[in-house]
């Protein structure tokens, strides 16, 4: 007993030293779906700090959906707030979440649920240091929009 005990804290460890290496991570947050229906009226917001303004950064969105989802692509408008409130950016986005010929999922999936990181915005340089928001709305003519479970947002820095 005390040996599986042993063994399930250092594997405990282990996963927790793996998922802490992530060194170009800034910020990472991911915002379930109530009943995987995802209505126009919610815009699931996301705030980080930026420190250095020099540096690039990565913006990514990420989607888990279900299989049931019954469209190949999802269109995501971002707006981008900086400290100050004021609006810095706003894009519609189109993200491919199957393959638009063959129907077969993308992303990472088990069973019928699938992960997406899509690139949102590249090598983007924030202009002042503080805290940003950033909301997200599905801009798909369906509403409510089935079989989206998740939506999340990651800032990494650039590669240099």
């Known amino acids: 007993m005390r040996k599986r005990l042993h063994l399930f804290l250092c594997l405990g460890l282990l996963a ?15 915002q379930d779906i109530a009943n995987n229906q995802w209505p126009v009226k919610l815009a699931p917001a996301f705030e980080f700090e930026i420190t250095d303004t020099t540096q690039q950064y990565n913006v990514y969105f990420n989607v888990r959906n279900a299989l049931h989802y ?4 999802l269109y995501l408008r971002h707006y981008l707030y900086g400290p100050d409130g004021k609006q810095v950016s706003s894009r519609l986005h189109e993200m491919y979440l199957m393959d638009p010929k063959t129907g077969e999922p993308r992303g990472k999936g088990a069973g019928d649920i699938f992960d997406h990181q899509f690139k949102a915005l590249k090598n983007v340089r924030f202009p002042q240091a503080g805290k940003y928001r950033l909301k997200l ?16 947002v990651r800032v990494e820095k650039a590669a240099e």
């Open 16 to 30: 927790l030293l793996a998922t802490s290496c992530d060194t170009n991570r800034v910020f990472e947050e991911n």
């Open 137 to 152: 709305n599905q801009y798909m003519r369906q509403d409510p929009l089935p079989g989206i479970m998740a939506v999340g």
């Open 70 to 73: 019954p469209f190949y692509n």
